[in-house]
């Protein structure tokens, strides 16, 4: 009779519940779930909330498979040493295994007066924290959303489709993940919905005050409320636990998901730092890693050797309201090729996808093991390629720092001892 594995995930984003459900497939795992929340963040829906569009989450039940025990708790600290977790609630939970999925959020602001008077919208939490700011403000007051990645645009059209008098202020350049000819297509159709769009060096914003926003070249936007989409964070729950991570907190990781520290503790999502060199922040990531945790997992178990990340990108979605929208294709490399799909049909695809995302999750709750899009195919040469190139890139930089080291040795060193080296 075999042994019983207690597995837990920690984090029921995209990531934790495709890792949850798969690792269901054995009969002799035990999984639990936890995670703060008692529904799931659909989170690429979060600007429909701002908006007043669409709730943003989904029953468990929907999404999470029946062999999965979900625990609404926040894990405070991990223990590598005893193979248990922390609560707030002031208990504990055992593993041996551990899937390290605590996904993303807002990032903290370094901007003066951004933390005060800005409205994140990376969590729940925060979005729907601001849904009520939006609905007490007039219809005409000045609605400022900072950022100009996939978020703030969703957000910005979303608002001003509703009427309101929105400016994207973009800090850089709007949507820097497009190709030229993707750009020029959103910022036309935020321009038919009357965005104010602030692009260039100018636009970055350097305050926030509460009723207006700063720009580099000495602007001042009057703003009655600023939405703030610069960036991510993610949870210090490794960094806490002593655990190693990247400078942004996240796990490091080996390919196969695997801690650098512990071969019990996996990664998979935003929170994952693979060989230092982590993926795109996005559901498209998140979901297939979720399926290599799992899979690394389940083949540790099994006494085999866990394969490596096979993951290729191919698109970025944009919903540019309800009614319209882009889906930008890119090349496995992850980089935005001139080929890409606007209007109707770009709304449709990406709606689409937010269904899809949902329906996936599911199909692997009720037939554990059936997802198979971490396994595509290409996915690990280009990926091999990138670790090459980043690791030429670190030795070129060693080797950079060491000539000018030795440059400052002899530079600092007495005329006498500089002659007796040469």
């Known amino acids: 009779m075999n042994e019983n594995t207690d597995v837990v995930v920690i984090g029921g984003g995209y990531a934790g519940v495709m890792a949850a459900n798969r690792l269901t497939q054995r009969a002799d795992v035990t999984v639990t779930l936890i995670n703060p929340r008692p529904s799931f963040v659909h989170r690429i829906r979060l600007h429909q909330l701002v908006g007043g569009t669409d709730s943003a989450v989904v ?75 939006l609905d007490a403000a007039p219809a005409t007051a000045a609605v400022t959303v900072v950022g100009a990645g996939p978020t703030g645009i969703e957000t910005a059209a979303e608002l001003a489709e509703q ?49 207006a926003v700063r720009l580099g070249g000495g602007r001042e936007l009057p703003s009655a409320v600023t939405i703030w989409t610069v960036g991510f964070g993610v949870p210090d729950l490794a960094v806490r636990s002593g655990l190693s991570t990247d400078a942004l907190g996240r796990l490091l990781t080996d390919e196969t998901l695997t801690s650098v520290d512990d071969v019990r503790i996996i990664a998979a999502g935003d929170s994952a730092a693979p060989s230092d060199l982590p993926l795109r922040m996005s559901c498209q990531a998140a979901m297939p890693m979720g399926a290599r945790a799992a899979d690394t997992v389940l083949s540790r178990i099994a006494g085999e050797r866990p394969e490596t990340l096979n ?82 890139s670190a030795q070129a930089g060693q080797a950079g720092q060491s000539a000018q080291a030795g440059q400052a040795e002899q530079a600092e060193a007495p005329a006498t001892t500089r002659r007796a080296a040469a």
């Open 59 to 133: 029953d468990y039940r929907e999404v999470l498979g029946e062999g999965v025990r979900l625990v609404v708790d926040t894990v405070t600290r991990i223990d590598a040493a005893t193979r248990s977790v922390a609560l707030a609630s002031g208990g504990t939970a055992g593993y041996d295994y551990l899937v390290y999925a605590v996904g993303s959020g807002s990032a903290d602001p370094s901007v003066p007066g951004a933390a005060e008077f800005a409205y994140p919208i990376g969590t729940f939490e925060e979005a729907g924290r601001l849904r009520p700011v």
């Open 311 to 392: 993951q290729p990108f191919a698109a970025q979605c944009i919903s540019l309201g309800r009614g319209d929208g882009i889906f930008q294709f890119a090349n496995r490399s992850d980089v935005a090729v001139g080929f890409k799909i606007d209007g109707r049909l770009g709304a449709k695809l990406k709606e689409t996808v937010c269904t899809v995302v949902v329906k996936h999750l599911a199909a692997e709750g009720a037939e554990p093991g059936g997802y198979r899009l971490h396994r595509g195919s290409g996915g690990a040469a280009t990926r091999q390629r990138r670790l090459l190139r980043a690791k030429r």
């Open 163 to 211: 009427g309101r008098a929105v400016t994207l202020v973009c800090g850089g350049v709007l949507g820097p993940y497009l190709h030229p000819r993707g750009r020029r297509s959103v910022a036309r159709r935020l321009g038919r919905l009357g965005v104010t769009v602030l692009d260039g060096p100018d636009s970055r914003v350097t305050a926030v005050t509460r009723d």
